[in-house]
């Protein structure tokens, strides 16, 4: 199978893949896919799965996270899983979402008694 774009992770049961993939442009949280150095190993960086717009949750790549312009330009879809076009940046973000300038990080639960005070 080969993947384009795609992030990967965090899969429960520990191993993200049951055989090496291949393809171009990839992440991975572990080295089971085999995408290569700086593809494998990848903290992400995503939000919890959420409705962000569109017709279903995403992860929204967090402001650092590894996906963002990371992405093949060519390969990339014109929009993503939300209907935003692509690319926002410099490059095409990888995963179902494109960042863009104007979405909004959901808090970590141990800020919210802060904000309440």
Excluded at 5 to 17: E, K, L, Q, R, Y
Excluded at 63 to 87: E, H, K, M, Y
Aim: with cysteine.
């Amino acid at each position: 199978m080969l993947l384009t774009n795609t992030i990967v992770a965090n899969n429960p049961s520990g191993v993200n893949c049951s055989e090496r993939l291949g393809g171009s442009f990839n992440l991975s949280s572990d080295g089971s896919c085999g995408f290569g150095v700086n593809r494998d190993y990848q903290n992400v960086m995503l939000n919890p799965l959420a409705y962000k717009g569109g017709p279903t949750p995403t992860h929204l790549p967090l402001p650092n996270s590894p996906a963002i312009d990371f992405g093949s330009n060519a390969d990339c879809p014109p929009t993503d899983q939300r209907g935003v076009l692509r690319p926002q940046g410099a490059g095409c973000d990888v995963g179902a979402v494109e960042r863009q300038a104007t979405d909004v990080d959901i808090l970590p639960k141990m800020w919210l008694p802060l904000i309440k005070r």
